[in-house]
T-cell receptor, first 113, second 110 residues
Framework: EAGVTQFPSHSVIEKGQTVTLRCDPISGHDNLYWYRRVMGKEIKFLLH????????ESGMPNNRFLAERTGGTYSTLKVQPAELEDSGVYFC???????????FGNGTRLTVT | QKEVEQNSGPLSVPEGAIASLNCTYSDRGSQSFFWYRQYSGKSPELIMS????GDKEDGRFTAQLNKASQYVSLLIRDSQPSDSATYLC??????????FGTGTSLTVIP
């Protein structure tokens, strides 16, 4: 079984630019989550999809962040325009059942300069 | 107050010893509890999940949950150098959001 895959693994962009992160969950996992870890802080929730629907996006920092999951398969997280404080590691995770264990991808390390 | 608190460590134990990792949480409505292991630069990897009070054992790992005291712990018996990693405690109350601690860094000394 293929795990959760994320692309790219690293991204370095300048302030004001746009970046799009992609996540492919484990096949058959309806629940897809985006999390972020800023250096020195805990992993924090951004949002949760159930299939193609946003179940909870209360963790999204502001309207510069847009997540989509068209067709209920892979998901993208777009940051536009990027700010310095957006730097961190963005993790995607999926689970088969609600409240089930999360399976994480390797993360995308985003650096905004 | 943070949702989930962990001692950041570092915690050092000699090879073969028992490593004890602790976690407290603030939401009494929490239902699901998880321990993840994260090697440097890698993704968090699920080690244990526990949902009811008491102990749950899996190989060298034992998770302990006490909902009345709002703590969950992880014991690693016969610690090995390969157990050296950061251990993350995660708690969920609804399934929408999992709250993570900042992690405890464990070093097992050969």
């Amino acid at each position: 079984e293929a795990g959760v895959t994320q692309f790219p693994s690293h991204s370095v962009i300048e302030k004001g630019q746009t970046v799009t992160l992609r996540c492919d969950p484990i096949s058959g996992h309806d629940n897809l989550y985006w999390y972020r870890r800023v250096m020195g802080k805990e992993i924090k929730f951004l949002l949760h999809f159930v299939k193609e629907s946003k179940q909870d996006e209360s963790g999204m920092p502001n309207n510069r962040f847009l997540a989509e999951r068209t067709g209920g398969t892979y998901s993208t997280l777009k940051v536009q325009p990027a700010e310095l404080e957006d730097s961190g590691v963005y993790f995607c995770a999926s689970s088969q059942v609600w409240d089930g264990p999360l399976h994480f991808g390797n993360g995308t390390r985003l650096t905004v300069t | 107050q943070k949702e989930v608190e962990q001692n950041s460590g570092p915690l050092s134990v000699p090879e073969g010893a028992i490593a004890s990792l602790n976690c407290t949480y603030s939401d009494r409505g929490s239902q699901s509890f998880f321990w993840y292991r994260q090697y440097s630069g890698k993704s968090p990897e699920l080690i244990m999940s526990i949902y009811s009070n008491g102990d749950k054992e899996d190989g060298r790992f034992t998770a302990q949950l006490n909902k009345a005291s709002q703590y969950v712990s992880l014991l690693i018996r016969d610690s090995q150098p390969s157990d050296s990693a950061t251990y993350l405690c995660a708690v969920s109350n609804t399934g929408n959001q999992f709250y993570f601690g900042t992690g405890t860094s464990l070093t097992v000394i050969p």
